[in-house]
Protein backbone atom coordinates (compact mmCIF):
# COMPACT_ATOMS: atom_id res chain seq x y z
CA UNK A 1 0.00 0.00 0.00
CA UNK A 2 1.46 3.80 -1.00
CA UNK A 3 1.66 6.36 1.35
CA UNK A 4 -1.14 8.07 -0.30
CA UNK A 5 -3.44 4.84 0.34
CA UNK A 6 -2.34 4.46 3.92
CA UNK A 7 -3.47 8.50 4.68
CA UNK A 8 -6.99 7.24 3.15
CA UNK A 9 -7.23 4.34 4.99
CA UNK A 10 -6.49 6.03 8.47
CA UNK A 11 -8.93 8.62 7.80
CA UNK A 12 -11.38 6.31 6.70
CA UNK A 13 -10.46 4.07 10.04
CA UNK A 14 -10.82 7.58 11.98
CA UNK A 15 -14.58 8.39 10.22
CA UNK A 16 -13.38 11.73 9.62
CA UNK A 17 -13.83 13.91 6.36
CA UNK A 18 -10.55 15.52 4.80
CA UNK A 19 -12.18 19.19 6.58
CA UNK A 20 -12.34 17.23 9.79
CA UNK A 21 -8.88 15.69 9.61
CA UNK A 22 -6.98 18.91 8.33
CA UNK A 23 -8.84 21.39 11.33
CA UNK A 24 -6.95 18.50 13.66
CA UNK A 25 -3.80 18.51 12.34
CA UNK A 26 -4.28 22.41 11.78
CA UNK A 27 -3.60 22.13 8.09
CA UNK A 28 -6.06 23.31 4.86
CA UNK A 29 -8.44 20.52 3.39
CA UNK A 30 -6.36 20.89 0.17
CA UNK A 31 -3.25 19.40 2.31
CA UNK A 32 -4.96 16.57 2.67
CA UNK A 33 -6.43 16.33 -0.75
CA UNK A 34 -3.11 16.42 -2.24
CA UNK A 35 -1.45 13.50 0.26
CA UNK A 36 -4.45 11.14 -0.38
CA UNK A 37 -3.92 11.96 -4.47
CA UNK A 38 -0.37 11.35 -4.03
CA UNK A 39 0.74 14.94 -5.22
CA UNK A 40 2.11 15.92 -2.62
CA UNK A 41 5.27 13.70 -0.60
CA UNK A 42 5.26 12.29 2.86
CA UNK A 43 3.84 15.07 5.11
CA UNK A 44 5.89 16.86 7.76
CA UNK A 45 2.43 16.44 10.19
CA UNK A 46 2.48 12.95 9.43
CA UNK A 47 2.50 12.27 13.46
CA UNK A 48 0.12 14.54 13.63
CA UNK A 49 -2.28 12.87 11.08
CA UNK A 50 -1.24 9.52 12.91
CA UNK A 51 -2.30 10.56 16.37
CA UNK A 52 -5.35 12.20 15.09
CA UNK A 53 -6.20 9.20 13.12
CA UNK A 54 -5.50 6.48 15.91
CA UNK A 55 -3.18 4.65 13.59
CA UNK A 56 0.78 4.00 14.10
CA UNK A 57 2.95 7.19 12.65
CA UNK A 58 5.19 4.20 11.45
CA UNK A 59 2.98 2.37 9.77
CA UNK A 60 1.62 5.59 8.04
CA UNK A 61 5.29 6.76 7.35
CA UNK A 62 6.77 3.29 5.94
CA UNK A 63 3.84 1.10 6.14
CA UNK A 64 5.92 -1.04 8.88
CA UNK A 65 4.10 -2.87 11.19
CA UNK A 66 0.32 -2.62 12.99
CA UNK A 67 -2.21 -0.26 11.15
CA UNK A 68 -2.85 0.36 14.95
CA UNK A 69 -1.40 2.11 17.40
CA UNK A 70 -2.06 -0.61 19.78
CA UNK A 71 -3.42 -3.21 17.70
CA UNK A 72 -4.04 -5.85 20.91
CA UNK A 73 -6.45 -2.66 22.29
CA UNK A 74 -9.54 -1.67 20.76
CA UNK A 75 -9.68 1.82 19.42
CA UNK A 76 -9.90 4.90 21.24
CA UNK A 77 -11.11 7.02 18.04
CA UNK A 78 -14.89 8.04 18.11
CA UNK A 79 -17.25 8.18 15.54
CA UNK A 80 -17.36 11.73 14.37
CA UNK A 81 -20.41 13.64 13.63
CA UNK A 82 -21.09 14.51 10.23
CA UNK A 83 -20.99 18.47 9.85
CA UNK A 84 -24.00 19.83 8.46
CA UNK A 85 -25.21 23.19 7.43
CA UNK A 86 -28.43 24.89 7.48
CA UNK A 87 -29.75 26.68 4.39
CA UNK A 88 -32.81 28.52 3.51
CA UNK A 89 -35.81 27.00 1.32
CA UNK A 90 -36.74 30.39 -1.20
CA UNK A 91 -39.09 30.55 -4.27
CA UNK A 92 -37.85 29.98 -7.90
CA UNK A 93 -39.25 34.09 -7.79
CA UNK A 94 -36.65 35.36 -5.12
CA UNK A 95 -34.05 32.60 -7.06
CA UNK A 96 -34.33 34.33 -10.19
CA UNK A 97 -34.39 37.82 -8.32
CA UNK A 98 -30.88 36.89 -6.85
CA UNK A 99 -29.47 37.54 -10.14
CA UNK A 100 -30.29 41.43 -9.97
CA UNK A 101 -30.62 41.80 -6.37
CA UNK A 102 -27.49 43.48 -4.32
CA UNK A 103 -29.09 41.82 -0.96
CA UNK A 104 -31.49 39.44 -2.64
CA UNK A 105 -31.97 37.48 0.94
CA UNK A 106 -31.77 39.83 3.57
CA UNK A 107 -31.82 38.49 7.27
CA UNK A 108 -35.59 37.04 8.46
CA UNK A 109 -36.22 36.39 4.63
CA UNK A 110 -36.66 32.58 5.04
CA UNK A 111 -38.70 30.54 7.91
CA UNK A 112 -37.97 27.67 6.56
CA UNK A 113 -34.25 25.74 6.57
CA UNK A 114 -32.64 22.35 5.38
CA UNK A 115 -29.56 20.84 6.59
CA UNK A 116 -26.87 19.75 4.29
CA UNK A 117 -23.25 18.02 4.54
CA UNK A 118 -21.95 20.38 1.86
CA UNK A 119 -19.96 23.43 2.82
CA UNK A 120 -20.85 26.22 0.45
CA UNK A 121 -18.56 28.41 -1.13
CA UNK A 122 -20.93 31.40 -0.73
CA UNK A 123 -24.53 32.01 -0.41
CA UNK A 124 -26.22 29.32 -0.72
CA UNK A 125 -30.09 28.16 -0.65
CA UNK A 126 -32.55 25.35 -1.05
CA UNK A 127 -35.41 25.22 -3.85
CA UNK A 128 -38.49 22.72 -4.56
CA UNK A 129 -38.15 21.57 -7.82
CA UNK A 130 -41.20 22.26 -10.47
CA UNK A 131 -42.46 20.41 -13.56
CA UNK A 132 -40.51 17.26 -15.15
CA UNK A 133 -38.24 19.05 -17.82
CA UNK A 134 -35.08 17.78 -15.47
CA UNK A 135 -36.65 14.07 -15.38
CA UNK A 136 -34.69 11.64 -17.56
CA UNK A 137 -35.28 8.32 -18.47
CA UNK A 138 -31.37 7.63 -18.41
CA UNK A 139 -28.95 8.50 -16.11
CA UNK A 140 -29.11 11.48 -13.78
CA UNK A 141 -33.13 12.49 -13.32
CA UNK A 142 -34.40 15.24 -10.92
CA UNK A 143 -38.02 14.90 -10.63
CA UNK A 144 -41.17 16.95 -9.18
CA UNK A 145 -40.46 17.45 -5.44
CA UNK A 146 -36.97 17.17 -5.44
CA UNK A 147 -35.37 19.72 -3.38
CA UNK A 148 -32.06 21.15 -5.05
CA UNK A 149 -29.41 22.98 -2.97
CA UNK A 150 -27.66 25.71 -5.08
CA UNK A 151 -24.56 27.73 -4.55
CA UNK A 152 -24.25 30.92 -5.75
CA UNK A 153 -20.21 30.66 -5.93
CA UNK A 154 -19.84 27.22 -7.36
CA UNK A 155 -17.74 27.35 -10.48
CA UNK A 156 -20.35 27.15 -13.41
CA UNK A 157 -19.26 25.22 -16.50
CA UNK A 158 -20.06 23.45 -18.92
CA UNK A 159 -21.91 19.69 -17.62
CA UNK A 160 -23.04 21.22 -14.57
CA UNK A 161 -26.56 21.02 -13.43
CA UNK A 162 -27.22 24.90 -12.97
CA UNK A 163 -30.45 27.28 -11.97
CA UNK A 164 -30.20 30.74 -14.19
CA UNK A 165 -32.10 33.69 -14.54
CA UNK A 166 -33.25 34.63 -18.26
CA UNK A 167 -33.85 37.90 -19.68
CA UNK A 168 -37.26 37.58 -20.18
CA UNK A 169 -38.57 35.37 -17.23
CA UNK A 170 -38.95 36.50 -13.94
CA UNK A 171 -38.52 32.93 -12.26
CA UNK A 172 -35.29 31.43 -12.27
CA UNK A 173 -34.79 27.94 -14.96
CA UNK A 174 -32.86 24.76 -13.23
CA UNK A 175 -31.33 22.62 -16.23
CA UNK A 176 -27.97 21.49 -17.04
CA UNK A 177 -25.32 23.83 -18.75
CA UNK A 178 -23.68 23.22 -22.37
CA UNK A 179 -21.45 24.95 -24.12
CA UNK A 180 -21.09 24.61 -27.81
CA UNK A 181 -18.97 26.78 -30.21
CA UNK A 182 -18.19 29.76 -27.73
CA UNK A 183 -22.24 29.64 -26.82
CA UNK A 184 -24.49 28.44 -23.45
CA UNK A 185 -27.11 26.45 -23.37
CA UNK A 186 -29.41 25.55 -20.94
CA UNK A 187 -30.39 22.01 -22.06
CA UNK A 188 -33.12 19.91 -19.61
CA UNK A 189 -32.87 16.35 -18.54
CA UNK A 190 -36.01 15.64 -20.25
CA UNK A 191 -35.79 15.23 -23.94
CA UNK A 192 -39.32 16.02 -24.63
CA UNK A 193 -38.22 19.98 -23.72
CA UNK A 194 -36.31 22.31 -25.60
CA UNK A 195 -32.72 23.61 -25.27
CA UNK A 196 -32.52 27.03 -24.74
CA UNK A 197 -30.00 29.57 -25.14
CA UNK A 198 -28.12 31.45 -22.58
CA UNK A 199 -28.20 35.16 -24.25
CA UNK A 200 -27.18 38.33 -23.93
CA UNK A 201 -29.03 39.29 -20.31
CA UNK A 202 -28.95 35.67 -19.28
CA UNK A 203 -27.66 35.19 -16.00
CA UNK A 204 -26.13 31.85 -14.15
CA UNK A 205 -27.70 32.09 -10.69
CA UNK A 206 -25.74 29.34 -9.15
CA UNK A 207 -24.59 25.46 -9.12
CA UNK A 208 -27.03 22.62 -8.29
CA UNK A 209 -24.55 20.77 -5.13
CA UNK A 210 -26.87 18.46 -3.75
CA UNK A 211 -30.62 16.86 -4.46
CA UNK A 212 -32.07 15.24 -2.66
CA UNK A 213 -36.11 14.05 -1.94
CA UNK A 214 -38.46 14.86 0.80
CA UNK A 215 -41.03 12.05 2.03
Known sequence: MEYKDRVKAARKHARLTQVEL???????QASISDLERGRSGRSSYNASI???CGVSALWLEKGSGEML???????????????????????????GAWAEAVEPFPPGFSDRYELSDYDSKGVAFWLEVKGDSMTSPVGTSITEGMMI?????ADAISGKLVVAKLADSNEA?????????????????NPAYPVEVCAEGCRIVGVVVRAMMKL
Open 22 to 28: AKLVGID
Open 50 to 52: AKA
Open 69 to 95: ANPGEPSNVSPVEQPSFRYPVISWVAA
Open 149 to 153: LVDTE
Open 173 to 189: TFKKLVEDGGRRFLKPL
